[in-house]
T-cell receptor
Framework: KAGVTQTPRYLIKTRGQQVTLSCSPI?????VSWYQQTPGQGLQFLFE???????NKGNFPGRFSGRQFSNSRSEMNVSTLELGDSALYLC??????????????FGPGTRLTVL | GQQLNQSPQSMFIQEGEDVSMNCTSS?????WLWYKQDPGEGPVLLIA?????ELTSNGRLTAQFGITRKDSFLNISASIPSDVGIYFC?????????????????FGKGTHLIIQP
């Protein structure tokens, strides 16, 4: 079974631009969560999507948004990029069904550099 | 918000030695998870713990869910070169067997494991 895939793997943008990252979960998984990883703050939860609805949200500004499609694929968008948005953005998927453990499996991440 | 204190920050050990690291929290979690991350990759799940007091093994790895629900430890026995990497603990509010609930993970800062030849 293929793992979580994220595209692109690397991205360079300039301040003020916007960016869209994509995540394809493991086949059959219905929940997608997004995390930001930086050397200073570590791994921080951004938001979770399940059945095309945002279910949980971390403590990030409204410039960070996302969506989930009917096939469970998810995108996250960051508008008006700032230098501090440079990070590894990780996507994780889980089955999230009654009677199943909701273990999260991570993709390789998208490395975003903001210049 | 919730924070996890993970220690030690780094460990320099000899091949064959045992390793121990732990995480403590100011609040309760219903699930504890341990991940390993290699450079350029996403975290890989090592062990998941769902019940207070639970002790679970995965090969040379053993982890325990603390009775108070506020801590967990991970032990690695007889370390080998491929154990090098960053180990993260993570707490999750939701437990198993639930379709709903808050599943956002709260992570520790990580333990860098370095094995000296």
């Amino acid at each position: 079974k293929a793992g979580v895939t994220q595209t692109p793997r690397y991205l360079i943008k300039t301040r003020g631009q916007q960016v869209t990252l994509s995540c394809s979960p493991i086949s059959g998984h219905r929940s997608v969560s997004w995390y930001q990883q930086t050397p200073g703050q570590g791994l921080q939860f951004l938001f979770e999507y399940f059945s095309e609805t945002q279910r949980n949200k971390g403590n990030f500004p409204g410039r960070f948004s996302g969506r989930q499609f009917s096939n469970s694929r998810s995108e996250m968008n960051v508008s008006t990029l700032e230098l501090g948005d440079s990070a590894l953005y990780l996507c994780a998927s889980s089955f999230k069904g009654q009677g199943y453990y909701n273990e999260q499996f991570f993709g390789p991440g998208t490395r975003l550099t903001v210049l | 918000g919730q924070q996890l204190n993970q220690s030690p920050q780094s460990m320099f050990i000899q091949e064959g030695e045992d390793v121990s690291m732990n995480c403590t929290s100011s609040s309760i979690f219903n699930t504890w998870l341990w991940y390993k991350q290699d450079p350029g990759e996403g975290p890989v799940l090592l062990i998941a713990l769902y019940k207070a007091g639970e002790l679970t093994s995965n090969g040379r790895l053993t982890a325990q869910f603390g009775i108070t629900r506020k801590d967990s430890f991970l032990n690695i026995s007889a370390s080998i070169p491929s154990d090098v990497g960053i180990y993260f603990c993570a707490g999750q509010l939701s437990g198993g067997f639930k379709a709903g609930g808050a599943d956002g993970l709260t992570f520790g800062k990580g333990t860098h494991l370095i094995i000296q030849p």
